[in-house]
């Protein structure tokens, strides 16, 4: 089943269609505690520890390097290589009522550390660490692996929505 459909509607214009799915997770205390309890396991079991990412991000990405301005950036630094495995990357919202609410806007692991326990160690970190009230994350429809992620987490899939994309080519 294709989720990106791709229409053509002129020699040099290429439309994308692509569904993205809303997940929010509402955490509670207990899953502060349990997400902290795991996140810490994770971080004894391994050697591994969270840092501040803002280095890191700039450095692997310096076309986004100025997105580190504009939020919060954690990095996965693995025991075993003494190197960042993965960024996790936020921004925070306050609503009517004075309640936090976090916005996920960048989550990556590096390829050669996927399905180690990394990512949902960092994803827990957040969890366990941010005092919001709700935390928000946009997922494209087909990345299968970052939505079985989030749903394991407790998100749940609040809004399904489509995006059109265009891209002009130029002879």
């Known amino acids: 089943?294709?989720?990106?459909?791709?229409?053509?509607?002129?020699?040099?214009?290429?439309?994308?269609?692509?569904?993205?799915?809303?997940?929010s997770f509402i955490?509670?205390?207990?899953?502060?505690l349990l997400a902290f309890a795991r996140c810490y396991a994770t971080q004894f079991l391994t050697g591994s520890c969270v840092v501040d990412?803002?280095?890191?991000?700039a450095s692997t990405y310096p076309a986004k390097a100025n997105l580190v301005n504009h939020g919060i950036t954690f990095a996965w630094v693995c025991g075993q290589?003494?190197?960042?495995?993965?960024?996790i990357q936020l921004t925070h919202l306050v609503d009517d009522q004075e309640q936090l609410h976090v916005l996920i806007t960048g989550f990556g692991v590096e390829e050669?550390?996927?399905?180690?326990?990394f990512g949902?160690?960092?994803?827990?970190?957040?969890?366990?660490?941010?005092?919001?009230?709700?935390?928000w994350v946009e997922v494209q429809e087909d990345n299968r692996p970052a939505?079985?992620?989030?749903?394991?987490?407790?998100?749940?899939?609040?809004?399904k929505q489509e995006t059109l994309a265009r891209r002009i080519s130029f002879p």
């Open 120 to 135: 949902r160690a960092m994803l827990l970190h957040v969890i366990a660490s941010v005092p919001a009230k709700e935390i």
């Open 1 to 23: 089943m294709a989720f990106c459909a791709r229409i053509r509607t002129c020699s040099n214009v290429v439309t994308r269609r692509h569904f993205s799915r809303s997940l």
């Open 27 to 32: 955490p509670t205390r207990w899953h502060r």
């Open 81 to 87: 290589t003494s190197t960042a495995v993965g960024y």
């Open 147 to 159: 939505m079985k992620l989030y749903i394991e987490c407790g998100f749940v899939v609040r809004r």
């Open 112 to 117: 050669a550390f996927r399905r180690r326990g």
């Open 53 to 57: 990412g803002d280095e890191y991000f």
